[in-house]
């Protein structure tokens, strides 16, 4: 990829094609990324595939070294490679870590990881994280959101038994939501089709000491969590509304005040979403217990007879709430945090 990617920079390709019929849809995905510089269903495999998302990132942005699984031998070429001792499997196309596995060098796989479907990369060993929201036109970005993943998802659902996502807490150093935008607008660059209106959710590794970014992904479309929701209570800008009107005509862009590229929130907008765990649910909070929060969503009911969750969107509840500082946001967080202990389980027949 690196190698077509430095040629271009010298000559303007014309073609690539190729006469061995195993890299036909290869030479044609090429094709189409370099000469016509992407076409839709291009775009659209670079943002949802993650064996093709990082290897045409590869030397764009910083990110774990992998590899794709096709057979056993890639498991141990990678070992061989890797200096970290943790790895990640995950699906090429899953999607709210579903399927994600994190193994050490002397764990055994079994087949069925080896069909070409997934990829295994460095663990890294960040935890925070950070997630971009906004959409743009071609590369040029026009919106522009950060939140913070206050715990890396992947470890949300064995530790907290909660994600919490937020208005980041990187606003007070512009430089750092500056250094976000650049390298999102790097990977756009890759990915997006000319003047195509692109939505994108990204999500980064951010080490704070080393003020530098690790990409982890990207979807073309916005982040799940209520993020829109969070847009327009912290920012007070409807970025659905604007999104559908400029997909209805892309003269509207020029009718909405962008202002400047990188927008300050006005508050900090959260969204709590608790994770369901094994057992007979015994008890559950009352909707009159949280009457200030935006939203208030109880995914369970006395009863119900639950497996504990394995992904991010299984909930016991769901909560979106806007706070005008950060003791407000500590405070009202410490009742959440109350409310979700009012839901138990019974978990062995012992205690029924």
């Keep these: ?48 595939d993650k064996f093709i998302m990082r290897s045409f990132l590869h030397d764009v942005v910083e990110q774990p070294y992998f590899r794709l699984l096709e057979s056993k031998k890639d498991l141990e070429k990678f070992w061989n490679v890797s200096d970290s001792e943790i790895a990640i499997i995950k699906p090429r196309k899953g999607a709210a870590c579903t399927g994600i596995k994190k193994i050490k060098k002397n764990t055994i796989l079994d087949d069925r990881y080896f069909d070409g479907n997934y990829i295994i990369e460095d663990f890294i060993n960040i935890d925070k994280m950070i ?118 005509s892309k003269d509207n862009s020029q009718k909405i005040s962008f202002g400047e590229k990188i927008a300050i929130p006005q508050k900090i907008s959260a969204t709590y979403a608790a994770y369901v765990q094994s057992g007979l649910v015994d008890s559950v909070p009352s909707l009159d217990d949280l009457k200030w929060a935006s939203r208030f969503y109880i995914g369970l009911k006395i009863g119900d007879i639950v497996q504990k969750s394995d992904n991010i969107i299984d909930n016991s509840m769901v909560v979106r709430f806007t706070s005008e500082n950060e003791d407000d946001f500590c405070k009202k967080l410490k009742e959440i945090n109350r409310v979700h202990q009012k839901i138990k389980y019974i978990k062995n027949r012992k205690e029924l």
């Design 131 to 248: 997630t971009c929201d906004g959409f743009s036109l071609g590369e040029a970005v026009k919106r522009f959101f950060v939140h913070d993943n206050v715990e890396l998802l992947l470890e949300s659902i064995t530790s907290k038994g909660y994600y919490l996502l937020r208005t980041s807490e990187f606003y007070r150093d512009l430089d750092l939501i500056k250094k976000a935008y650049s390298e999102c607008q790097k990977v756009l660059k890759v990915f997006s089709v000319n003047d195509e209106l692109t939505p994108f959710h990204f999500e980064w590794f951010f080490d704070i000491s080393k003020k530098s970014l690790v990409f982890c992904e990207v979807g073309k479309r916005f982040g799940g969590g209520d993020i829109p929701d969070l847009i327009e209570e912290a920012y007070n800008i409807d970025i659905l509304k604007e999104y559908w009107q400029i997909m209805a």
């Design 1 to 48: 990829m690196s190698s077509i990617r430095d040629i271009s920079k010298e000559v303007e390709i014309e073609s690539i094609i190729t006469q061995c019929e195993e890299y036909i849809e290869w030479a044609g995905f090429l094709n189409d990324h370099f000469v016509k510089k992407n076409t839709v269903a291009v775009s659209n495999v670079m943002f949802k």
